[in-house]
């Protein structure tokens, strides 16, 4: 059956025979949508009737593409549905990330359409974190260990191969987070930071080198899996209280400190990623030995931390257009992650980095 491209369009009959493979004596009778919100994607909660007895939960979070048509057809385009699809299929079962319980994960090769239909955070142990201060100390160290398990793992180019092999290599950018920026600094001058702005006039001006410096070369470690947007948007609480990632659309091929130093700068408070950021990236290099990684030394690391701080701005693009239509709780959100971009750019200083390592 074709894809949905409406929370409304996923019908009892086309979730029965999409949850067949998995849980093969399903059968829906009813579909609920409870609530649809916007986001990067479609996002929906569905609630569900089953004939009969069934473990199936009652209700499920449902993952489309845009329902705006143009913007429908630009993440289509992007292909981040058919990795976050694939990597549901094939390898959340082999990375050491806690992630969500996985209904069904359908995908059109042509289009670049996707329907998610994942485990509900309302109806779960598990929970979100508070966006406003940041994930605990205990947590990143945590993340830390997941992130050098996954790179290590997938370090040897061969197991790569043979299990992840549908993983692109990092892009090189395109123009549509540089059109975003430009609009923000046109538009919003008066909102951003000095320290922003200039990384922001770099970035426009230099897109695909400053994407082939996150992405690869010397910098940041050999080249691994990377689970690719590790900010404090599409993070969980796992019920003992560890990290979880929600969204696997951004997975990558990549420099290993690309992950690492995201996660730090995008998921902690400014304050305790000051304090700990050394401590947590010691902790990161001294696991990835751990896991029979190539080892990287401090230095190294810290410097691909500073370079790939620079990436937070353009991680910022959507936020700093400042949509009127933004509900509030979205305006908050975008206000905290802001806040820890320029925080980062702030303490970190990558501009003599970009300069000295890169000549940019």
């Known amino acids: ?37 916007a986001g990067t994607n479609a996002n929906a909660r569905l609630g569900l009737t089953y004939q009969g007895d069934t473990d199936l939960p009652p209700t499920m979070f449902a993952k489309l593409p845009p329902l705006d048509p143009d913007r429908r057809a630009q993440i289509n385009q992007t292909g981040m549905g058919r990795r976050e699809a694939l990597f549901y299929q094939r390898l959340a079962h ?37 966006y406003s201060t940041g994930v605990p100390v205990a947590y990143a ?44 600094l046109d538009n919003h001058r008066d909102k951003l930071t000095d320290a922003f702005a200039e990384i922001a006039e770099l970035y426009i001006d230099h897109t695909a080198e400053l994407h082939q410096a996150w992405a690869a070369g010397p910098i940041g470690g050999p080249a691994t899996v990377l689970q690719g947007d590790g900010h404090i948007g599409n993070l969980f609480v796992t019920e003992a209280g560890g990290p979880g990632f929600l969204d696997w659309g951004l997975i990558n091929v990549g420099a290993p400190l690309r992950d690492v130093s995201y996660f730090l700068n995008m998921s902690m408070a400014p304050a305790d990623r000051l304090a700990h950021d050394q401590a947590l990236i010691q902790r990161y290099l001294d696991s990835r030995i751990a896991h029979g990684a190539q080892p990287i ?24 257009t400042f949509p009127e239509d933004a509900s509030p709780g979205r305006q908050a959100f975008a206000a905290a992650f802001l806040a820890r971009c320029e925080a980062a750019l702030a303490d970190l200083n990558p501009r003599p980095a970009l300069r000295d390592t890169l000549g940019l």
């Open 141 to 184: 160290a945590e993340a830390m260990d997941h992130f050098a398990e996954l790179h290590a793992r997938y370090e040897d180019p061969e197991r790569r191969a043979a299990e992840a092999d549908w993983v692109p290599l990092a892009n090189k950018g395109s123009d549509y987070g540089a059109r975003l920026l430009r609009y923000g």
């Open 297 to 320: 030394t401090f230095d190294e690391a810290w410097l691909a931390h500073r370079i790939h701080a620079a990436y937070t701005v353009p991680a910022s693009c959507q936020v700093v």
């Open 94 to 130: 082999l990375v050491p990330m806690q992630t969500l319980t996985t209904y069904v994960a359908a995908f059109d090769p042509d289009s670049g359409a996707f329907v998610l239909l994942l485990e509900d955070l309302d109806n779960s142990a598990k929970s979100l974190p508070d």
């Open 1 to 37: 059956m074709s894809l949905p491209e409406h929370p409304e369009a996923i019908t009892p009959d086309w979730l029965t025979e999409n949850l067949a493979e998995r849980y093969p004596d399903t059968v829906v009778t009813a579909v609920e949508v409870r609530a649809i919100h």
